[in-house]
């Protein structure tokens, strides 16, 4: 089984930045797509970006250029840069792992708080 954990949210003000990270472990060998996905209050979960085992990357279209999806294999870690925030972009932000065997793990969420 995999397990995530996000962390780095918080609250920052409109064109401010945050990095979210999240650490996978257990059976990360069999991980093929990790990605982050946000929720806001009374909204559905969307996605925000994935990346897959070979670094192939994909954002929602109206993120690209402000967001950055990386990942740090030797740590176990994909990073979420996120770059002139803006008060939508308020909400929990979710860590997702697929594995080869397409099990999804969720992580509890981290909240991101876009404010002045």
């Known amino acids: 089984q995999v397990q995530v954990v996000e962390s780095g949210g918080g609250l920052v003000q409109p064109g401010g930045s945050l990095r979210l990270s999240c650490v996978a472990s257990g059976s990360i060998f069999s991980i093929f797509l990790m990605g982050w996905y946000r929720q806001a209050p009374g909204k559905q979960r969307d996605l925000v970006a994935t990346?897959?085992?070979?670094?192939?990357?994909n954002y929602a279209d109206a993120l690209k250029g402000r967001f950055t999806i990386s990942r740090d294999n030797a740590k176990n870690t994909v990073y979420l840069q996120m770059n002139e925030l803006k008060p939508e972009d308020t909400a929990g932000y979710y860590c997702?792992?697929?594995?080869?065997?397409?099990?999804?793990?969720w992580g509890q969420g981290t909240q991101v708080t876009v404010s002045s």
């Open positions: 997702n792992a697929v594995t080869n065997t397409f099990q999804s793990q």
């Open positions: 990346i897959t085992s070979g670094g192939k990357t």
